[in-house]
């Protein structure tokens, strides 16, 4: 009897063992999913949360660029306006610079053709008689800054050609032993920017006045270069560039000499804006 009741009870054993093992699974899945629910649940709430702050990003991001337009279209001649306005007009001169050096190349070798017979034209132009006086050497450049920048300015104010084309010379040579030192490099400069309006090179004169004005913004002759770049704009016939360069010269340097003569300069400018609007009429 007593073996009958072991053996009972020890088959009893396992199963009393496996249903207890198997409530306990179950609680435990029961609690992972309650513990998943809540997790995807909290990611829900993240996403609608990023959602809504990506949809306050994009109205935000509208409404900036909505000021700025508004900004654009009121403002006259802020800072920033003047900023663009200044590296609009430096990527004109650079794109009018790149042209010239184009037309300069395309000029060379339409001239080494002529010279070579190549052309029609090289058969109806005589051959260039030779100067029996050998030509002048080159003057050399002086080692002391203050002579050199002398001597190159009363080169390029020369009245013979020859003696500016030496001042030219002299010039990049001067420009390229002193590139930034200031009472040198800027008065070399302005006077080969000078010289080149002289000869209507416009576009490469507004170059040079626009280096003094990069490498010495606050030298005794950036106004100079300032008021020299508007004039050059001026006689280019850009009135519109030109009143920009004379407005920022009066406010850049309210004490310059120019001061008397950029007013005058914007005045006549009004002036001519106005007849052109009447002329219209």
């Known amino acids: ?74 403002a006259r001649r802020t800072d920033a306006d003047l900023g663009i306005q200044l590296d609009a007009l430096q990527k004109t001169v650079q794109e009018l610079t790149g042209k010239l050096e184009e037309l300069n190349f395309k000029l060379a070798q339409i001239e080494r053709a002529e010279k070579s017979g190549n052309t029609p034209v090289a058969s109806e132009v005589k051959p260039m008689e030779l100067d029996p006086t050998p030509p002048e050497p080159k003057q050399p450049l002086p080692s002391d800054k203050k002579a050199a920048a002398e001597l190159v300015v009363r080169m390029l104010q020369a009245r013979e050609t020859p003696k500016r084309e030496e001042g030219k010379r002299l010039a990049a040579d001067a ?48 106004d100079s270069a300032m008021y020299k770049i508007a004039q050059a704009f001026t006689l280019m016939g850009y009135h519109e560039d030109a009143k920009v360069f004379f407005e920022e010269l009066l406010r850049r340097y309210p004490k310059s000499e120019l001061t008397k003569d950029t007013k005058a300069r914007l005045v006549e400018l009004e002036k001519a804006k106005k007849d052109k609007r009447d002329k219209k009429k």
């Open 1 to 74: 009897m007593k073996r009958a009741l072991l053996a009972l009870a020890v088959c009893a054993l396992p199963g009393c063992l496996l249903q207890s093992e198997g409530e306990l699974m179950q609680a435990d899945i029961k609690a992972l999913r309650k513990q998943l629910d809540a997790v995807k649940a909290g990611v829900d709430e993240d996403r609608e949360a990023l959602r809504a702050a990506i949809v306050r990003a994009e109205k935000k991001t509208l409404e900036v660029h909505e000021a700025l337009e508004q900004l654009n279209s009121s």
């Open 175 to 222: 420009l390229a032993r002193w590139p930034k030192d200031e009472g040198t490099t800027d008065v070399i400069r302005l006077a080969l920017g000078d010289r080149l309006a002289d000869e209507k090179q416009f576009q490469k004169a507004v170059v040079e006045y626009k280096k003094v004005l990069d490498v010495f913004p606050k030298g005794v002759r950036a």
